[in-house]
């Protein structure tokens, strides 16, 4: 059963009392909603907020998104790129990425963002990167594996943020189905690494931000 997460008038709240988007998010948000499937998978400006000032905050050089939908948390985080900076992010679905492609072609971060079309799983160990910030946001039941794939290619002090890790508050059932018994183990190894520091926040569907020591 889905649980509430915060408050629906703390996060009206929140919502609210944030900075506005630029004019490009607010446009990739709307033709989320209006032209694709499954808009409420988009990060929204609340969370997109939280990401930009990840990035601002570190300045990172190389940036890992998994999972792009349509390009807005790519856009987020590109905001805080050092000035050599790159983001890969890496889409699955051949039919959203020109969607995403045509938001990565309208913004004045075009030629940092290197957008992948493919299986995460079977790009990420050909790229030769050593990560500053990774964001993982596509299918849930490779949580584990994405974390496996990159934790070694993680600079120290280098940030894991991971999406919806509370899944809906279902991670607190007895009975999990598959995607919510993945995020738990995936919320359980975290917890348990030594070699990093993690912490859930439960901003939207929760994130889980891990530094490596
Ligand atoms: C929740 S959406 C990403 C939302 C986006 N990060 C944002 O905040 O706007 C998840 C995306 O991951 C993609 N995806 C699922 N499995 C994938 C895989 N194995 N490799 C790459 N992308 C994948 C889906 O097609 C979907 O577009």
Same mark, same amino acid.
């Given at each position: 059963?889905?649980?509430?997460?915060?408050?629906?008038?703390?996060?009206?709240?929140?919502?609210?009392?944030?900075?506005?988007?630029?004019?490009?998010?607010?446009?990739?948000?709307?033709?989320?909603?209006?032209?694709?499937?499954?808009?409420?998978?988009?990060?929204?400006?609340?969370?997109?907020?939280?990401?930009?000032?990840?990035?601002?905050?570190?300045?990172?050089?190389?940036?890992?998104?998994?999972?792009?939908?349509?390009?807005?948390?790519?856009?987020?985080?590109?905001?805080?790129?050092? @000035? #050599?900076?790159?983001?890969?992010?890496?889409?699955?679905?051949? $039919? %959203?990425? /020109?969607?995403?492609? &045509?938001?990565?072609?309208?913004?004045?971060? @075009? #030629?940092?963002?290197?957008?992948?079309?493919?299986?995460?799983? $079977? %790009?990420? /160990?050909?790229?030769? &990167?050593?990560?500053?910030?990774?964001?993982?946001?596509?299918?849930?039941?490779?949580?584990?594996?994405?974390?496996?794939?990159?934790?070694?290619?993680?600079?120290?002090?280098?940030?894991?943020?991971?999406?919806?890790?509370?899944?809906?508050?279902?991670?607190?059932?007895?009975?999990?189905?598959?995607?919510?018994k993945v995020l738990h183990e995936f919320n359980k190894k975290l917890?348990?690494?030594?070699?990093?520091?993690?912490?859930?926040?439960?901003?939207?569907?929760?994130?889980?931000?891990?530094?490596?020591?």
């Amino acid at each position: 059963m889905e649980q509430i997460i915060t408050n629906p008038a703390i996060e009206q709240y929140i919502d609210q009392q944030k900075s506005p988007a630029d004019a490009l998010l607010l446009s990739v948000e709307r033709a989320t909603h209006l032209k694709a499937m499954s808009p409420q998978m988009l990060s929204g400006q609340t969370q997109g907020n939280f990401l930009s000032i990840i990035a601002l905050m570190m300045r990172p050089r190389r940036v890992l998104e998994i999972g792009t939908y349509t390009g807005f948390s790519a856009l987020c985080m590109a905001e805080g790129l050092a @000035s #050599d900076g790159l983001i890969y992010t890496l889409e699955a679905n051949p $039919e %959203i990425a /020109p969607m995403a492609q &045509e938001h990565f072609s309208m913004s004045r971060y @075009s #030629d940092k963002i290197v957008f992948k079309i493919g299986d995460a799983r $079977e %790009i990420i /160990p050909s790229l030769d &990167e050593t990560w500053d910030l990774v964001f993982i946001d596509a299918d849930k039941t490779s949580y584990c594996d994405y974390y496996d794939m990159v934790i070694d290619r993680l600079r120290p002090g280098g940030i894991i943020l991971a999406d919806n890790v509370l899944w809906y508050g279902k991670v607190l059932e007895n009975k999990m189905d598959k995607k919510t018994k993945v995020l738990h183990e995936f919320n359980k190894k975290l917890a348990n690494d030594a070699r990093v520091k993690c912490v859930i926040l439960p901003l939207r569907d929760g994130i889980n931000m891990a530094i490596k020591l």
